[in-house]
């Protein structure tokens, strides 16, 4: 069990609602909206993956990093989904995007990088 039961759950909490938020944005063609909730989700599910083996992400940094530490190199994600991932955690921190600038090709893939990611977290979670 982790050390963080409260914390887990609203960063899990987050990442479910983030993902809904991104679905509805992206059938309303809001990519910028859309790519924004998709980037927030897989925050929050990394988030909770940090939890889950009681590293506290805001203690320790750059959650992208912690993951690709983790599971990337831990070999519980793949290479590719850990590119996928840092391309799309690299949006969530882009300082200088302006709205209007994301293609409906780059929501798409935000969108999808996040499902397969929170997929991928429950696997992990559940073994």
């Known amino acids: 069990m982790s050390k963080y039961p ?35 989700s897989a925050f929050h599910t990394g988030s909770v993956l940090l939890l889950n083996e009681d590293k506290d992400p805001g203690e320790l940094g750059d959650v ?30 882009a300082e200088n995007r302006t709205s209007g600038t994301l293609t409906a090709e780059e929501a798409h893939r935000a969108v999808e990088i996040a499902h397969s990611f929170f997929e991928s977290a429950k696997v992990i979670l559940d073994s």
């Open 64 to 93: 992208n990093t912690l993951l690709q530490q983790i599971f990337v190199q831990g070999r519980r994600l793949t290479k590719e989904q850990g590119a996928n991932l840092g391309w799309l955690l690299a949006l969530r921190n």
């Open 6 to 40: 409260v914390e887990l759950k609203s960063h899990l909490d987050q990442a479910i609602t983030n993902l809904q938020s991104a679905n509805d944005a992206l059938g309303k063609g809001q990519y910028d909206t859309a790519v924004s909730h998709a980037a927030e």
